[in-house]
């Protein structure tokens, strides 16, 4: 099993549809979750740090859900420059500062 | 705005040559990471370094590839001798370990390598 999860998707939604991605992790000792979005041929890009009470910002929520292992976004009234793949990252438990990233959701938002 | 920065941003080789990529981390960051993407194996950690040490390179086939920090502004990623499955996109990314929590990373804009 991967250390961190991901549905590569694609998910093809229309404009203005709510669409959620979910990312599952294997070590129960993870502490620190983010969602990071990358447009074809650039860099990935932090979206959000995932708070264990969960955070909002804008149309954009994470959640994350220890008992089940998982970190969730979700992206309401989503536009058509929110296409892009999003990946999870969970950090390692040594807590050296490295982020274990998943394969990534492809979004497409359709006209 | 502080980013991390890296050169080349495209490098077309011929195999066996020798690639120096260099990465700048952003100013205070005491961790540096190399990773390397490709559409098969998405994004794969080669290494990294806190406070210029480094802590892991398990990622990296040691016989051709090599990273070090000279100093804190500096980070680089050797492959020598390069070969064609080499060809992909490597990236720096650059973060504050404060604590055990919220160690966000940065990346650079990459270095696109294709080996011939």
């Known amino acids: 099993r991967k250390e961190v999860e991901q549905d590569p998707g694609p998910f093809n939604v229309p404009e203005g549809a709510t669409v959620a991605f979910n990312c599952t992790y294997s070590n129960s000792a993870s502490q620190s979750f983010f969602w990071y979005r990358q447009d074809c041929r650039k860099e990935p890009k932090l979206l959000m740090s995932?708070?264990?009470s969960g955070n909002e910002d804008g149309r954009f929520t994470a959640q994350l859900n220890r008992a089940s292992q998982y970190i969730s976004l979700l992206i309401r009234d989503s536009k058509l420059s929110d296409s892009a793949t999003y990946l999870c990252?969970?950090?390692?438990?040594?807590?050296?500062?490295?982020?274990?990233f998943g394969q990534g959701t492809t979004l497409q938002v359709k006209p | 705005d502080a980013r991390v920065t890296q050169t080349p941003r495209h490098k077309v080789t011929e195999m066996g040559q020798e690639v120096t990529m260099r990465c700048q981390p952003i100013l205070g960051h005491n961790t540096v990471f190399w990773y390397r993407q490709t559409m098969m194996q998405g994004l794969e950690l080669l290494a990294y370094f806190r406070n210029r040490a480094p802590l892991d390179d398990s990622g990296m086939p040691k016989d051709r590839f090599s990273a070090e920090m000279p100093d804190a502004t500096l980070a680089t990623l050797k492959i020598q001798p390069s070969e064609p499955r080499d060809s992909a996109v490597y990236f720096c990314?650059?973060?504050?370990?404060?604590?055990?929590?919220?160690?966000?990373?940065?990346f650079g804009p990459g270095t696109r390598l294709t080996v011939l």
């Open positions: 995932v708070y264990s």
């Open positions: 990314a650059s973060g504050l370990l404060r604590d055990r929590i919220y160690n966000e990373q940065f």
């Open positions: 990252a969970v950090n390692s438990p040594s807590n050296t500062g490295k982020l274990i």
